[in-house]
């Protein structure tokens, strides 16, 4: 299988706090030798259907789902999952549409709702993994606990961007056998490695 230079969150502008187009989504993903992309919009994923249709090779349809403590990041997904739902009812959602399921920027504290340790553990055996670095996290320390909490329970490591723009896209991004569904990136996700990168403070700002 060849390896291929994947993107697993970013954000457009069907995501309140993001402009990007998918056009430009699109375009910058090429520059930057990217090969697949997660769409993960905040509780929707019109963004990511539409991006899919116009580069069905390249667009994974997610979305970051909005739970009653933490947030999901759920690929291959076919049927929108609302915001503000119980952790495990996301999660059966989820599963019922064979989605990949993974937490997103699981300790960041900075940024509202964030999981407890007692609901993670309740629902870490219905995940499939974590993500272990968020560019977008100022605290490198929350970076860490990801990755311990994903080594403790033996689940499967991805990073994202987290990408509101252009400039944002592919800063972290995964060297990762081809995949085309939900199956065959949990295989995928074993030979994988992560290439991490900071986003500077200042885009929590702008």
């Known amino acids: 299988m060849p390896m291929i230079s994947a993107e697993f969150h970013c954000h457009t502008c069907y995501s309140k706090d993001s402009l990007l187009t998918l056009e430009a989504l ?3 993903a090429s520059a930057k030798g990217l090969d697949k992309v997660a769409v993960t919009d905040h509780n929707r994923i019109a963004g990511a259907l539409t991006a899919h249709k116009l580069a069905p090779d390249l667009v994974v349809i997610g979305e970051e789902i909005a739970t009653t403590e933490g947030e999901l990041l ?3 997904v076919s049927e929108e999952v609302p915001k503000g739902l119980e ?3 996301a999660i059966r959602r989820l599963k019922t549409q064979g989605a990949f399921i ?3 920027h699981p300790f960041d504290t ?4 964030c999981w407890t340790r007692k609901t993670l553990e309740e629902i870490v055996d219905h995940l499939d993994g974590v993500e272990v670095f968020n560019s977008r996290c100022i605290n490198t320390r929350f970076n860490v606990l990801a990755a311990d909490f994903a080594r403790e329970f033996n689940l499967l490591c991805l990073g994202g961007s987290d990408a509101h723009s252009q400039s944002e896209l592919g800063r972290t991004r995964l060297t990762i056998p081809d ?5 065959s990136l949990r295989a995928a996700l074993r030979e994988a490695r ?7 403070p200042l885009i929590h700002f702008v």
């Open 26 to 28: 699109i375009a910058a």
């Open 74 to 76: 759920g690929y291959f």
């Open 87 to 89: 952790p495990m009812e």
């Open 102 to 104: 993974s937490l997103s």
């Open 110 to 113: 900075d940024r509202g709702a």
């Open 179 to 183: 995949f085309d569904s939900a199956d």
């Open 194 to 200: 992560i290439h991490n990168r900071k986003s500077s």
